[in-house]
């Protein structure tokens, strides 16, 4: 009899536990282990039993979607939602970018952003797939907490060679796709 | 009248206030996770969906499961975030899956000129059942399944139409 009581009252602490961490990492914050080396040398790849690194990702930026050029964030790759990747938000709606390959200017609609990781040669993101409905974005990266070494706040960078144009081209040239 | 007070002064009032908070943080996490991932309540508005859904006043649960899990097929009605406006959560009838031929009409009301695309991968085709005052994949073409956040599957009110949302009623 003792022991029935006793594995029912582990049994709800445990349910509650989880319900109470199920809220505060759907709703506030989530901790996320990163793999590959696209966002090198922000995040990396290691040979750890994490396999890379694991960072804080807090989700408050979901309630209204504000967000900044060159913060980090996690979004659901557009081809496929199982996957989750992790890049640096480089355009917002309405801003215009130059494709490093084609030197094409486009111009990023709205309720879109423009991805890039931080490793370009290593990387799949907007410059392959174009920009992504701001809707897939999961979180915001803020903090990493493993390894200890690189423990401590994700800056907000915005790379200075990166393709973002100035604002006379938005005042010069309207619309469309612009050769520079 | 000041035995009464002595009793009520006498009462366990703090742990009964902590046992009411407790139990109401756990209640409200326990509903918010339940919305979140398995079934929540939806009013959809807008005349999209016509004759399926009303304009306004319905209500219907929207299947939080089938969606993160991808178990949406053709003909399923479904919630997804608007890809040109994340604040917005939009309801619409899935017409294609991943690889699939899909041909809709460009202009319904003016022409019968029609358009065949293959839906990329990752990617389901929306459409309106309302399709001459309807914004969907015609306009922003095919949509990411990453947006997909519920499975319509049944409606509560008005309670005569009860059930299944079909296209013809």
């Known amino acids: ?180 | 009248m000041s035995r009464f007070l002595r009793r009520l002064a006498g009462a366990p009032w703090r742990a009964i206030v902590e046992s009411a908070i407790s139990r109401a943080v756990v209640v409200g996490c326990g509903v918010t996770v339940i919305d979140e991932r398995v079934v929540s309540l939806t009013y959809p508005r807008g005349p999209s969906m016509l004759p399926a859904i009303n304009i306004m006043g319905d209500l219907v649960v929207a299947d939080k499961l089938s969606a993160r899990y991808g178990w949406v097929s053709p003909g399923d009605v479904v919630q997804f975030v608007s890809p040109e406006d994340p604040r917005k959560t939009v309801i619409k009838r899935v017409l294609g899956m991943e690889g699939d031929a899909v041909t809709y009409l460009v202009d319904p009301a003016n022409s019968d000129v029609s358009k065949t695309v293959v839906v990329p991968k990752g990617h389901i085709w929306v459409q309106g059942d309302n399709i001459h005052n309807s914004t969907d994949s015609r306009q922003f073409g095919p949509l990411p399944y990453g947006l997909v956040n519920g499975k319509i599957c049944c409606r509560i009110l008005p309670l005569k139409g009860f059930g299944s949302i079909d296209s013809k009623q």
């Open chain 1, 1 to 180: 009899m003792g022991t029935g009581i006793q594995i029912w009252s582990t049994a709800k602490t445990l349910a509650t536990g989880a319900i109470i961490g199920l809220t505060i990492s759907d709703r506030y914050l989530t901790i996320v282990t990163t793999k590959g080396d696209s966002m090198h040398p922000t995040l990396t790849a290691a040979d750890s039993f994490f396999r890379g690194d694991v960072v804080f990702a807090e989700r408050g930026c979901l309630d209204k979607y504000k967000f900044s050029r060159g913060d980090v964030v996690i979004f659901k790759c557009p081809s496929d939602h199982n996957k989750d990747f992790v890049k640096r938000l480089i355009a917002l709606p309405g801003e215009w970018i130059r494709i490093p390959v084609s030197q094409e200017i486009i111009k990023v609609p709205e309720g879109h952003c423009w991805v890039e990781g931080d490793n370009a040669d290593r990387s799949w993101d907007s410059r392959s797939f174009g920009p992504i409905p701001l809707g897939l974005i999961k979180g915001r990266v803020t903090h990493i907490i493993w390894p200890p070494s690189k423990m401590g706040r994700v800056e907000r960078k915005w790379p200075e060679d990166s393709a973002i144009c100035s604002v006379y081209l938005q005042v010069n040239q309207p619309k469309g796709q612009l050769k520079p």
